[in-house]
């Protein structure tokens, strides 16, 4: 990979390409130029090429891109060419549907263990996987050389379960916390707030819903008034 700058954003699209490749390969498409990338993804091919080309040329002008090559590119590229071990904190309902969800349907990561303080969650089982207590999260993060954890605790427990984590050797953390963490320098956090995200989804909704009213309205509107002579 070159030795440059890449900006986040153009870091959290590269797994939206490697998700588009996988399906035209189960599909048996084997060429896709950028304009198709654009129509699967929503990006702009222009944005496409040039997110790729921070990596390398890897498609044929005129041709377009091979499905297989490209994604063995990015499995690279992301660090996905192995099976990423990782661990999640949090069992309750959200921490529990994350672990089940990458046992089963994430190809790329492995979940070594699921870790909570409630002693009412502690030693039930994930699909096969046991609960642990959290005072065990250090000696597994050092056993199997953990860098990424998922965080899925309430917010007032979020910045001592990351300094905890981070204080054992993770260098990376997804965190569904509602809370800013505050982390050293090296260590990257993605927030994934859903209360927010559902919220920016109802003021979209909202204002449809209002649009179509006031436009139903208009289209329904009461007769223009007769003009009244002048006198």
Do not use: W
């Amino acid at each position: 990979m070159p030795n440059r700058n890449i900006s986040k954003s153009v870091i959290k699209r590269l797994p939206i390409y490697l998700r588009i490749l996988d399906q035209l390969i189960r599909r048996g498409v084997e060429m896709i130029s950028s304009k198709e990338l654009s129509n699967e993804s929503g990006f702009t091919a222009e944005q496409i090429r040039k997110d790729l080309a921070y990596f390398g040329a890897f498609g044929t002008r005129g041709a377009g891109y091979n499905t297989v090559f490209l994604r063995e590119k990015l499995l690279k590229i992301i660090g996905l060419d192995s099976i990423t071990d990782t661990i999640v904190i949090g069992a309750g309902n959200l921490g529990t549907a994350l672990t089940r969800y990458n046992l089963t349907k994430n190809p790329y990561v492995n979940i070594v263990a699921a870790f909570d303080k409630n002693p009412r969650l502690i030693g039930n089982k994930i699909d096969g996987l046991d609960v642990l207590p959290i005072d065990k999260a250090p000696e597994i993060i050092k056993e199997y050389n953990i860098k990424v954890c998922l965080i899925s605790v309430p917010a007032h427990s979020a910045q001592e379960v990351a300094d905890l984590v981070i204080n054992s050797g993770v260098k990376a953390i997804l965190n569904f916390a509602p809370v800013k963490l505050s982390v050293p320098e090296g260590i990257h956090v993605h927030n994934a707030d859903l209360t927010i995200e559902l919220q920016s989804l109802i003021y979209y909704s909202s204002a449809e819903e209002e649009r179509l009213a006031r436009l139903d309205k208009e289209s329904k509107g009461k007769k223009p008034e007769r003009e009244k002579p002048f006198s």
